[in-house]
């Protein structure tokens, strides 16, 4: 059958309340999981250091492997429903597991395998969204991207207060069956998903693969390793650096986090709108930009008060680079927005997997020294992303090449 290409329909905000509760759904499950993962290896499973630190090496680096394996085999297909329905049921069978399992390698078993495939969720539903808005015509999809990366950040403000009370009532048990219910519901959500619409293949035409990722994703990729590196020991550093330095507690350390959660909120909203008219590479450089007046001032503080003072500049990087970051790794390969938003999550799992040994480093050398390290890097990730910048094509070269 020849395939026509569809007309554009115009997008309704109903139209994506679906998605948006199925991305809320997956936010408290990771919410709920992540924070606690390594308490509950070490007191109930009972792991020492050394193989709790591959436990946590090994879970991330096999969800970037699966999560760029799905994102490519996203690419070839018309309906990603499918794939995120895989993802739904794979978290809720392992973490399902996780409520009996106390062997430290049936657990790491599945963690590489099933929790790596449920990992793939979240560039995959933003993967989903991209194409919809594509599919509708519109011209608002960044601030409907930057909308759903907000209720990820609002499940994250929710998710840590309500999994230790969880832990405290029922146990890690309840915990974690509480996460197979999120991904059990996340599943269920995605039946109720519309179809973003299709363009079916003309069999007497060859079918046209994906072209290769612009040289800007090889300056971007990096870029946002260091950066979003550099914000991860910022915030494992925090609650040590807030204490060892300033004297303060615990609760000090939660209201300021509290506090750069609260700020960001708005302004991935308001840079979302931003970002419909704005130029996206200026915006994600912009906060690059001011992350080095985060790190710089983080590092000169002398007490709580400039600590808090201090997140107002950390909202706005996080805002610039989780909230329009997405947007703009997808505006660099439109034509294949499940690699390009894979590759976005991985830049956030390997600057975490950066920020840990380096956190370490710092517990030696002084927590204050933790936020010189993350300027070096948000330095460095800034120079990367200013290469990045798209190349303007002159009106002759145009010319000719017309």
Same mark, same amino acid.
């Not at 991305?23 to 290896?41: D, I, K, M, Q, T």
């Given at each position: 059958?020849?395939?026509?290409?569809?007309?554009?329909?115009p997008?309704?905000?109903?139209?994506?309340?679906?998605?948006?509760?199925?991305?809320?759904?997956? !936010?408290?499950?990771?919410?709920?999981?992540?924070?606690?993962?390594?308490?509950?290896?070490? @007191? %109930?499973? @009972?792991?020492?250091?050394?193989?709790? @630190?591959?436990?946590?090496?090994?879970?991330?680096?096999?969800?970037v492997? /699966?999560?760029?394996?799905?994102?490519?085999?996203?690419?070839?297909?018309?309906?990603?429903?499918?794939?995120?329905?895989?993802?739904?049921?794979?978290g809720?069978?392992?973490?399902?597991? *996780?409520?009996?399992?106390?062997?430290?390698?049936?657990?790491?078993?599945?963690?590489?395998?099933?929790?790596?495939? &449920?990992?793939?969720?979240i560039?995959? $539903?933003?993967?989903? &969204?991209?194409?919809?808005?594509?599919?509708?015509g519109?011209?608002?999809?960044?601030?409907?991207?930057?909308?759903?990366?907000?209720?990820?950040?609002?499940?994250?403000?929710?998710?840590? +207060?309500? &999994?230790?009370?969880?832990?405290?009532?029922?146990?890690?048990?309840?915990?974690?069956?509480?996460?197979?219910?999120?991904?059990?519901?996340?599943? /269920?959500?995605?039946?109720?998903?519309? %179809?973003?619409?299709?363009?079916?293949?003309?069999?007497?035409?060859?079918?046209?693969?994906?072209?290769?990722? +612009?040289?800007?994703?090889?300056?971007?990729?990096?870029?946002?390793v260091?950066?979003?590196?550099?914000?991860?020991?910022?915030?494992?550093?925090?609650?040590?650096?807030?204490?060892? %330095?300033?004297?303060?507690?615990?609760?000090?350390?939660?209201?300021?986090?509290g506090?750069?959660?609260?700020?960001?909120?708005?302004?991935?909203?308001?840079?979302?709108?931003?970002?419909?008219?704005? %130029?996206?590479?200026?915006? /994600?450089?912009?906060?690059?930009?001011?992350?080095?007046?985060?790190?710089?001032? $983080?590092?000169?503080?002398?007490?709580?008060?400039?600590?808090?003072?201090?997140?107002?500049?950390?909202?706005?990087v996080?805002?610039?680079?989780?909230?329009?970051?997405?947007?703009?790794?997808?505006?660099?390969?439109?034509?294949?927005? !499940?690699?390009?938003?894979?590759?976005?999550?991985?830049?956030? /799992?390997? @600057?975490? $997997?950066?920020?840990?040994?380096?956190?370490?480093v710092?517990?030696?050398?002084? *927590?204050?020294d933790?936020?010189?390290?993350?300027?070096?890097?948000? !330095?460095?990730?800034?120079?990367?992303?200013?290469?990045?910048?798209?190349?303007?094509v002159?009106?002759?070269?145009?010319?000719?090449?017309?």
């Amino acid at each position: 059958m020849t395939g026509v290409a569809e007309s554009p329909v115009p997008v309704r905000p109903r139209s994506f309340v679906p998605l948006g509760a199925t991305c809320v759904a997956v !936010g408290v499950a990771n919410a709920l999981a992540v924070p606690f993962l390594s308490v509950f290896l070490t @007191g %109930d499973v @009972g792991v020492q250091p050394v193989p709790l @630190g591959a436990f946590l090496l090994a879970t991330p680096v096999a969800g970037v492997v /699966v999560s760029t394996v799905i994102g490519r085999l996203s690419d070839t297909r018309t309906d990603r429903r499918l794939l995120l329905r895989v993802g739904g049921v794979a978290g809720a069978i392992g973490y399902s597991l *996780y409520v009996f399992l106390r062997d430290y390698w049936a657990l790491l078993a599945v963690s590489t395998t099933l929790v790596a495939v &449920a990992s793939a969720l979240i560039p995959q $539903m933003f993967a989903f &969204a991209r194409h919809a808005v594509l599919r509708s015509g519109t011209t608002k999809g960044p601030l409907i991207i930057s909308g759903l990366r907000t209720l990820i950040s609002v499940s994250w403000v929710a998710g840590p +207060p309500l &999994a230790a009370l969880l832990v405290a009532v029922s146990g890690f048990r309840g915990l974690f069956g509480a996460v197979a219910v999120c991904y059990a519901l996340a599943t /269920v959500l995605t039946f109720r998903l519309p %179809d973003p619409g299709t363009v079916a293949h003309d069999p007497t035409k060859p079918r046209v693969r994906p072209g290769p990722l +612009p040289r800007q994703v090889w300056f971007a990729a990096p870029a946002f390793v260091l950066i979003q590196g550099a914000g991860s020991l910022g915030v494992m550093t925090l609650p040590l650096f807030v204490a060892a %330095d300033h004297g303060g507690g615990p609760a000090d350390a939660g209201l300021i986090l509290g506090l750069c959660a609260a700020l960001e909120i708005p302004l991935m909203i308001w840079l979302g709108v931003l970002a419909i008219k704005a %130029d996206q590479h200026l915006l /994600v450089l912009t906060g690059a930009v001011v992350a080095l007046g985060y790190h710089t001032a $983080m590092y000169l503080t002398g007490s709580l008060w400039q600590v808090a003072a201090a997140q107002v500049l950390n909202a706005v990087v996080i805002a610039s680079v989780a909230g329009v970051g997405i947007s703009y790794f997808q505006s660099l390969a439109p034509d294949r927005p !499940g690699t390009a938003t894979t590759l976005y999550t991985n830049t956030t /799992v390997a @600057g975490s $997997m950066i920020a840990g040994p380096l956190l370490g480093v710092a517990a030696k050398l002084g *927590y204050r020294d933790s936020y010189l390290m993350s300027l070096v890097m948000a !330095g460095l990730g800034a120079f990367l992303l200013a290469l990045a910048r798209p190349r303007r094509v002159s009106p002759v070269r145009s010319a000719a090449g017309a």
